[in-house]
């Protein structure tokens, strides 16, 4: 679909940018250590979709250095970046929508705003791979802007170049969830600050199978 290119164009390109802005944001790091509580033990094997800049792999192997964690993102300069700022962790370009293509396991998978840039279909896909490539009680993160599909569309950044949005519906992705055979559901939801005036919630999931 010509938008995911564009959208992983623009992702491309604006890399350090995000990197400038969001590499140390601390907001979510409660989400993140309840994500560290419910793995099994300091050594679990993690996949992270979506790392950009590998702001949140760098929070959990500060944590937890014996993580094992394979770190993928689409936008190759978002994995040069990341392999930069966290040299101890196995990186990968790869699109979420292809993670039928990753033949090993884990105890938990990783995808802090990702789903954002996946239609509802290939969501659905993601969280039913996710599910196949987790071991017994593995862990899922999944964050997101819970909304209608119908505000979905193209946003500018500064730079004018766009990514296609996709709000997602809370209840519907928990329904999908539990349908893919994930039990208990953990729901955050998060404040943040957009400028001044405007401030969104942002919604965390953790989903263990
Ligand atoms: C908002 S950033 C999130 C980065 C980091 N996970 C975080 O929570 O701060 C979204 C990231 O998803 C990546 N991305 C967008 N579409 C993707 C796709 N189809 N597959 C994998 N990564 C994708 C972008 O390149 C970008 O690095």
Redesign the pocket.
């Given at each position: 679909m010509e938008h995911?290119e564009e959208?992983?164009t623009t992702?491309?390109s604006i890399?350090q940018c995000?990197e400038d802005m969001?590499m140390d944001?601390e907001i979510?790091n409660d989400s993140y250590n309840r994500f560290c509580e419910l793995l099994p033990n300091d050594k679990a094997p993690i996949l992270?979709?979506?790392?950009?800049?590998g702001?949140?792999t760098k929070y959990l192997l500060q944590k937890h250095p014996n993580y094992q964690i394979l770190a993928?993102?689409?936008?190759p300069n978002?994995i040069s970046l990341a392999q930069k700022n966290v040299p101890n962790a196995r990186f990968q370009q790869?699109?979420?929508?292809?993670l039928h293509t990753i033949s090993e396991t884990f105890h938990g998978i990783?995808?802090?705003?990702?789903i954002?840039?996946?239609s509802p279909q290939?969501t659905d896909q993601l969280i039913k791979n996710a599910h196949i490539l987790l071991q017994p009680r593995g862990v899922l993160y999944l964050?997101f802007v819970s909304g209608n599909d119908t505000e979905s569309g193209f946003i500018s950044g500064s730079t004018g170049e766009r990514?296609y949005f996709y709000y997602h519906d809370t209840t519907t992705i928990k329904k999908t969830l539990t349908t893919q055979g994930f039990q208990s559901i953990e729901h955050f939801e998060i404040p943040y600050k957009r400028s001044e005036d405007v401030t969104e919630m942002h919604t965390i999931l953790l989903a263990q199978k």
């Open positions: 995911y959208t992983h992702w491309n890399a995000y969001f944001l979510y992270e979709i979506g790392c950009g800049p702001n949140i993928t993102d689409v936008a978002m790869l699109d979420g929508r292809h990783m995808c802090g705003f990702t954002p840039y996946l290939d964050s990514t």
